[in-house]
């Protein structure tokens, strides 16, 4: 999996960079087919100084996206990630679906 982490608005920490890296890692365990994930914070300061992790996960077919927004980068990219992690198993539960009906046509026409 190809992961990359952009920053918008300022110049990310490289302790920062590396745990949106760590973060994303986290995907292997629930869908091995994350072909390559992007990972965007932004940071705004006429909303409160807000701090948003915006993540994008590309799998075969289909972009999977979250975004979060806290007052502390750490929160707003682990927010993020357990959004995708829930969009990532409902995923891969319709793939299962899929595989069992053409399964059952399989076993139906032999």
């Given at each position: 999996?190809?992961?990359?982490?952009?920053?918008?608005?300022?110049?990310?920490?490289?302790?920062?960079?590396?745990?949106?890296?760590?973060?994303?890692?986290?995907?292997?365990?629930?869908?091995?087919?994350?072909?390559?994930?992007?990972?965007?914070?932004?940071?705004?300061?006429?909303?409160?100084?807000?701090?948003?992790?915006?993540?994008?996960?590309?799998?075969?077919?289909?972009?999977?996206?979250?975004?979060?927004?806290?007052?502390?980068?750490?929160?707003?990219?682990?927010?993020?990630?357990e959004k995708i992690i829930?969009?990532?198993?409902?995923?891969?539960?319709?793939?299962?679906?899929?595989?069992?009906?053409?399964?059952?046509?399989?076993?139906?026409?032999?």
């Open positions: 999996m190809t992961t990359i982490v952009t920053s918008r608005h300022f110049k990310a920490h490289p302790s920062l960079v590396t745990y949106a890296e760590e973060a994303v890692e986290k995907f292997g365990r629930y869908y091995d087919g994350v072909i390559r994930c992007e990972v965007i914070l932004r940071f705004e300061k006429s909303r409160k100084s807000l701090k948003i992790a915006e993540v994008i996960a590309s799998v075969y077919r289909s972009r999977l996206k979250a975004e979060e927004q806290t007052e502390d980068f750490e929160k707003s990219i682990d927010g993020a990630v829930v969009q990532l198993k409902k995923y891969k539960a319709k793939l299962r679906a899929k595989d069992r009906q053409k399964v059952r046509i399989v076993r139906e026409k032999a």
